[in-house]
Nanobody, 123 residues
Framework: HVQLVESGGGSVQAGGSLKLHCVASGYIFGTCAMHWYRQAPGKEREFVSTISNDGSTSYADSVRGRFTISQDNAANTLYLQMHTLKTEDTAVYYC??????????????????WGQGTQVTVS
């Protein structure tokens, strides 16, 4: 049973920083990609960042240069370091992971795994 548990959210003033953590249990890091998504009130859930199993990263244009995704395989933990936060970054942030099935990695939207989310509020 895979479980993703986020922490590190909170309230911060614009220009500040936060670091989100996602501890995964029952999931083997390094086999498939892991991600951060976010959902603001009244909006669709949107992609924030991905780290692939080879360590390569990608970011949404809105966060590139301000956010950094990383993972610690030994600690089974995914991170999102957020700097220079803006009010428009206010959202529930979700950790997500691909599901490995039959040698194929299925994205979170294709049946992968999601955490419960952690609230980030920037004022």
């Amino acid at each position: 049973h895979v479980q993703l548990v986020e922490s590190g959210g909170g309230s911060v003033q614009a220009g500040g920083s936060l670091k989100l953590h996602c501890v995964a249990s029952g999931y083997i890091f390094g086999t498939c990609a892991m991600h951060w998504y976010r959902q603001a009130p009244g909006k669709e859930r949107e992609f924030v960042s991905t780290i692939s199993n080879d360590g390569s990263t990608s970011y949404a244009d809105s966060v590139r240069g301000r956010f950094t995704i990383s993972q610690d395989n030994a600690a089974n933990t995914l991170y999102l370091q957020m700097h220079t936060l803006k009010t428009e970054d206010t959202a529930v942030y979700y950790c997500a992971a691909d599901r490995l099935l039959g040698g194929v990695c299925y994205t979170p939207r294709e049946g992968g795994y999601w955490g419960q989310g952690t609230q980030v509020t920037v004022s």
